[in-house]
């Protein structure tokens, strides 16, 4: 009886290879998250973490679809670690592309204001922002351009409530959404703006970015400012806006009353 001597094709390399740089770009990604979010680094260290992950997965990308080519041609084993490198490499690599794309004309500004001509400032905050961040100071009438520019809607919210009404509600929503407030100030009739200095985090990295919120009387009402800054980095690829935005909606809403006419 002859036996049939049954060699078996090796696994495609580029497979391989695809696979364990998809791993480790997964493994850098989530070290990069926990340094970041967990305050062991700062924005910068974390964000140069993140961006070789990005780089080693693109690579994973590419590699799994030259083994895809492979595969096809030849016929080598393989397919399973390559499918599983492109979705993992793809899923790291999504969303950076995402914001990029869906940003691509932002303009090259990283601090946004509901008052262009006297934006809040930050205090407390300037003393405990890093010293290599983005300086703390508005840019001045350039960065007004670009924004007004780029987002026309920015402006400051009128309310018929009162200073200390509305001064509670933008509290209530900062506290809401769980930012570490730095400083509070409610504001007194005739001698003090009321203020708030909070410090935000983004969505998946955590990266800090500063947000100041003043509430000034206005006529019978009040008017509640906003700035929204970016601690590092000359583009924020519109998240100070969105940010913004979003406060202005939730404090209206908390305030509960319509909104009042410019003064």
Do not use: C, H
Not at 24 to 29: D, R, T, Y
Not at 120 to 126: G, N, V
Not at 216 to 221: D, E
């Amino acid at each position: 009886m002859v036996r049939r001597l049954i060699i078996e094709e090796p696994p495609s390399r580029l497979a391989n290879w695809s696979r364990s740089l998809a791993l480790f770009a997964l493994a850098v990604a989530l070290l990069a998250v926990i340094l970041v979010r967990g305050n062991l680094v700062e924005a910068v260290p974390g964000f140069v973490v993140l961006a070789s992950a990005l780089a080693v997965a693109t690579v994973a990308v590419v590699m799994a679809l030259g083994a895809f080519v492979v595969i096809w041609r030849n016929g080598n084993p393989g397919f399973g670690r390559a499918l599983l490198a492109f979705v993992l490499s793809g899923a790291i690599v999504a969303y950076p592309a995402y914001l990029g794309a869906r940003n691509i004309r932002a303009p090259a500004i990283s601090d946004i204001t509901t008052d262009t001509a006297d934006p809040p400032r930050f205090e407390a905050i300037a003393r405990v922002r890093p010293r290599d961040a983005n300086p703390i100071a508005y840019a001045g009438a350039e960065a007004a351009e670009r924004q007004r520019a780029a987002y026309p809607d920015i402006g400051p919210l009128q309310t018929t409530a009162a200073p200390d009404e509305a001064y509670a509600a933008a509290l209530e929503v900062l506290n809401g959404r769980k930012w570490r407030v730095v400083d509070a100030r409610t504001p007194q009739a005739g001698r003090r703006d009321g203020r708030i200095e909070a410090v935000a985090r983004t969505p998946i990295m955590g990266f800090r970015d500063d947000v100041v919120v003043r509430v000034r009387r206005s006529g019978s009402g009040a008017r509640i400012d906003i700035r929204s800054a970016s601690r590092y980095g000359r583009q924020d690829f519109g998240s100070n806006a969105r940010r913004i935005r979003g406060l202005l909606e939730e404090i209206e809403e908390t305030v509960g009353v319509q909104p009042a006419a410019s003064q």
